[in-house]
T-cell receptor, first 114, second 112 residues
């Protein structure tokens, strides 16, 4: 099992560019989520999905879109990158939300917006 | 709004000593709590969790204590080792709520 795989590991964008951060898990987990991590702050939830075809907003969803066409994949899209979106992005998964099990995290994508 | 926080941003201990990392939470409805460890360049890694029907849970060298009266969570690491150096986060959530809230983290440094 690879667990949660995120690509790319690093990315530099110019303001206004768009890109997709990829996240895949091979544990057949129903619940997947995206967080951003900024210096001095805890992880903040951007979007989450409780299963294929279902997504919802988290604490800081503005500027990001997600989709969940398969159980395995949960890509995060930046529509028009802004410097405020410079951050480290983590994808996580867990078997399901109702059972209160810990999330498994990927190793992150470090994104810089110039 | 309600949030999860930590008392200390940094903690430095000698190798072999016990470490205690504290966390205050403010949502009295939270009933599930997790401690994560994050090493440099890596994602958070699960350490131990506890549900609100318990006040103590032990793992290998780690113990989590939950005091619901004062909304306080702590992580105790026994015989701290250099490999324990990392940032430690607490997180809270309420059952069936899809929003897990994380504290800002405490950086633990273990001196040889």
């Amino acid at each position: 099992n690879a667990g949660v795989t995120q690509t790319p590991k690093f990315q530099v964008l110019k303001t206004g560019q768009s890109m997709t951060l990829q996240c895949a898990q091979d544990m057949n987990h129903e619940y997947m989520s995206w967080y951003r991590q900024d210096p001095g702050m805890g992880l903040r939830l951007i979007h989450y999905s409780v299963g294929a075809g279902i997504t919802d907003q988290g604490e800081v969803p503005n500027g990001y879109n997600v989709s969940r066409s398969t159980t395995e994949d949960f890509p995060l899209r930046l529509l028009s990158a802004a410097p405020s979106q410079t951050s480290v992005y983590f994808c996580a998964s867990s078997p399901d939300r109702a059972s209160n099990q810990p999330q498994h995290f990927g190793d992150g994508t470090r994104l810089s917006i110039l | 709004g309600e949030s999860v926080g930590l008392h200390l941003p940094t903690l430095s201990v000698q190798e072999g000593d016990n470490s205690i990392i504290n966390c205050a939470y403010s949502n009295s409805a939270s009933d599930y709590f997790i401690w994560y460890k994050q090493e440099s360049g890596k994602g958070p890694q699960f350490i131990i969790d506890i549900r609100s029907n318990m006040d103590k849970r032990q793992g290998q060298r780690v113990t989590v204590l939950l005091n619901k009266t004062v909304k306080h969570l702590s992580l105790q690491i026994a015989a701290t080792q250099p490999g324990d150096s990392a940032v430690y986060f607490c997180a809270e959530m309420k059952t069936n709520n899809n929003d897990m809230r994380f504290g800002a983290g405490t950086r633990l440094t273990v001196k040889p």
